[in-house]
C-alpha cells in the first residue's frame, strides 16, 4: 500500500516536474518573440527627452529621476517629491515654484495627489555620481502583476 | 474554502500558495537585479543606449548615442552613411571618416551595417560650454520591450504558477 502511494506520488512529481518545465520553455519562447518585436533600428529612440537616473549629491542625499536635457551646462532632471509639511508651491510670475523649508528646488511641473513632479537643475559639482538605470524590463509592477494573476487563476480554479 | 488538516488535498491548498508566493517574491527581486546602472562616463562600452540630440552654441544640431558625459565634455556616436564621396580613409597608419577631401570631424571607430547599408561610425567630442541645449531620450526598442514585459510577463508567470501549482 505505502509502495502504491510512493510510486504514485512519484509520478505527480515527475508530471508536475515536465509541466514546469513545459511552461518554462513556452514562457522563454514567448520572451524572446517579443524580443524579436521590439528589436528596431539602431537610429529608432522615444521622440520625448527621459532617461531614468539615479544621482548621487555631493551632500550625500541620493534619489531616482528622470533626466531631461542639459541647458546652459547645468542638467535638467524631474523627481517626485512627496508631499509633507515642509514643502510648498508658491506661484511666481505664472511659474510654480516648489519651496523645501523655504528654499526653492525647483519648478512644479505637475502636483499629483500624494507627490509633485519637481524639475531641479543641476549643476556638475552638486553631483557626485549619475548613473543610468538600463534594461530595467522587470520591477514591482511586474512582481506585483505576477501575483494577482496567481490569485486570480486560483480563484478561477475554485468556482 | 474548508481547509481539514490531515487531509492531504487541505493541506496542499495551504501550503502550495504560500510556498508559489515565496517563489514568485524571489523572481521578482532577482528580477530587479536585471536593471543595470551605468555611470553616464561610461556608458559606451557597457551596452546601455541613451540617445542625444544636442544644438552647440554656433548652431550646429547633432543627434547621436550618448558614450559618455562629465563635467567637461560630452561624447556623441555619429553614424555616417558611406555612400556618394562620404570614405573611410587611412592615412599614415590613422583611419578616418572624410567627405570628399575634408576629413569629418570626430575619432573613426568602425563600420557597421544597417539595413543594407554601410555606416561609419565615429566618435565625436564637444566640449560642455559649447552645447547650448542637449535632451536625452530612450531608446525605441528598450522602451517598448519593457512595456510588453511589464505587462505580459507578470500576469504570464503568475498564471502558469497557478496552473501548474
Known amino acids: 500500500m505505502t509502495e502504491a502511494h510512493g510510486s504514485t506520488r512519484g509520478v505527480f512529481a515527475t508530471v508536475r516536474l515536465a509541466r514546469l518545465i513545459l511552461a518554462g520553455g513556452l514562457l522563454a519562447g514567448f520572451i524572446a518573440m517579443l524580443s524579436g518585436c521590439a528589436a528596431t533600428s539602431p537610429e529608432n529612440f522615444v521622440e520625448e527627452p527621459g532617461v531614468t537616473v539615479r544621482i548621487v549629491r555631493t551632500s550625500g542625499d541620493s534619489f531616482s529621476g528622470t533626466l531631461i536635457g542639459m541647458d546652459d551646462g547645468v542638467l535638467i532632471v524631474d523627481r517626485s517629491v512627496p508631499k509633507s509639511s515642509s514643502i510648498t508651491v508658491v506661484r511666481n510670475d505664472g511659474v510654480d515654484v516648489v519651496y523645501r523649508d523655504d528654499t526653492p528646488i525647483g519648478r512644479a511641473m505637475e502636483i499629483r495627489g500624494v507627490d509633485i513632479v519637481v524639475r531641479e537643475r543641476l549643476a556638475f559639482f552638486e553631483i557626485d555620481d549619475i548613473r543610468v538605470v538600463s534594461k530595467a524590463y522587470f520591477g514591482w509592477g511586474t512582481a506585483i502583476a505576477a501575483v494577482l494573476a496567481f490569485l486570480l487563476v486560483q480563484v478561477l480554479q475554485d468556482m | ?165
Open chain 2, 1 to 165: 474554502m474548508t481547509l481539514r488538516f490531515g487531509d492531504t488535498a487541505g493541506t496542499r491548498r495551504v501550503c502550495v500558495p504560500a510556498a508559489a508566493l515565496l517563489v514568485l517574491l524571489c523572481a521578482g527581486l532577482v528580477a530587479c537585479g536585471c536593471a543595470r546602472r551605468v555611470p553616464l562616463t561610461e556608458l559606451g562600452p557597457s551596452g546601455a543606449v541613451v540617445w542625444v540630440r544636442m544644438a552647440t552654441s554656433d548652431g550646429e544640431q547633432v543627434t547621436g548615442r550618448l558614450v559618455s558625459l562629465d563635467a567637461g565634455s560630452m561624447v556623441i556616436a555619429l553614424r555616417h552613411a558611406l555612400e556618394g564621396d562620404v570614405r573611410v580613409r587611412e592615412r599614415g597608419g590613422d583611419k578616418a571618416l572624410y567627405s570628399g577631401t575634408e576629413r569629418l570631424p570626430g575619432r573613426f571607430v568602425r563600420i557597421d551595417t544597417d539595413e543594407g547599408e554601410r555606416v561609419a561610425v565615429v566618435h565625436r567630442a564637444f566640449q560642455v560650454v559649447d552645447i547650448n541645449s542637449a535632451t536625452f531620450h530612450e531608446s525605441g526598442g528598450e522602451r517598448s520591450l519593457s512595456s510588453i514585459v511589464s505587462l505580459l510577463l507578470g500576469p504570464a508567470i503568475g498564471g502558469a504558477l497557478a496552473f501548474i501549482l
